[in-house]
């Protein structure tokens, strides 16, 4: 296997940024969902509810976050930690995170182009959110501000045969992975327990069950039934649609596009 694709989130739902190289951490990788906007009751936000969230893209630089509307192109800076003493806990899931609360100019220019109040807050480095017990290998795995686990891997090979048979052309980035790779069979990824790049090692814990995001259209906003429909057809289990493996990192170093993965398990 070998690395095509490397992508953070920095702000939770918003637009995701292609790296040609990242240093993986234990709660993934650099600057991955270590924002996110919360609502008046300090819940998360994401396009389930806010579609307007896929129109905010993000660039990244070495003092601050660019975070640009799409629409009408006004630009803000998010500083790279957002250090306050003003501490709040947040619901992400079921899950109760300590987080600090965005500058107040920060958090009137989210809520003017989103159309409600909202606030942006940042996971700092003690506030540890560990992953559900059930998939822990160590019991000492924990993540950032992600859906549940710290890396999400999702092969070419997949993808391609999504589109190979669902009637709407699906780009890789309606998935949202963090590592996309080649020379593999198409839901391989799946049956990866461990793997080596470089130093870095990662384990395979959960495929990823996917909710409705990969069917909004980030340029009208709507949703519609693909890829959901084709995927509940040829990757449903249970309840759940499968498209994708969540990892944990057990060590962690620097990834590269172009690097190539030993599986080891």
């Known amino acids: 296997m070998e690395i095509t694709g490397l992508f953070i989130y920095p702000i939770k739902s918003l637009g995701g940024i292609s790296l040609q190289s990242s ?52 630009q803000i800076n998010i500083p790279l930690e957002i250090e306050s003493n ?32 909202v606030e942006l807050v940042y996971q700092p480095n003690e506030s540890i959110r560990p992953i559900d017990p059930d998939y822990s290998v160590t019991g000492k795995e924990h993540t950032s ?9 999702i092969s070419e090979g997949s993808l391609d045969y999504l589109n190979s048979v669902c009637p ?34 990662l384990y395979g814990v959960k495929p990823c069950a996917r909710c409705n995001v990969p069917n909004l259209n980030p340029d009208s ?9 084709t995927l509940s057809k040829i990757r449903k289990f249970g309840n759940k649609i499968l498209f994708g493996q969540n990892l944990v990192v057990h060590n962690v170093g620097k990834v590269n596009v172009g690097d190539k993965i030993s599986v080891v398990d």
Not at 145 to 153: F, N, Q, W
């Open 221 to 229: 906003l709507k949703f519609s039934n693909e890829p959901s429909l």
């Open 86 to 117: 003003q501490y709040k806990k947040v619901q992400i899931w079921e899950d109760e995170v300590l987080a600090t609360l965005g500058p107040p100019e920060i958090n009137l220019w989210f809520s003017n182009q989103i159309g409600r109040k």
């Open 168 to 201: 709407e052309y699906i780009p890789m980035e309606r998935f949202r992975p963090n590592i996309v790779v080649k020379n593999i069979e198409a839901f391989h990824e799946d049956k990866l327990k461990k793997i080596k790049i470089n130093d870095v090692e």
């Open 23 to 74: 240093t993986v951490e234990i709660r993934g990788l650099k600057y991955d969902r270590r924002w996110m906007l919360i609502d008046e009751n300090n819940r998360f936000l994401s396009q389930r509810e806010l579609p307007v969230l896929s129109r905010f893209a993000m660039t990244l630089s070495e003092e601050c976050l660019i975070v640009t509307n799409t629409l009408n192109k006004e």
């Open 145 to 153: 501000l992600s859906d549940g686990y710290p890396v999400l891997i």
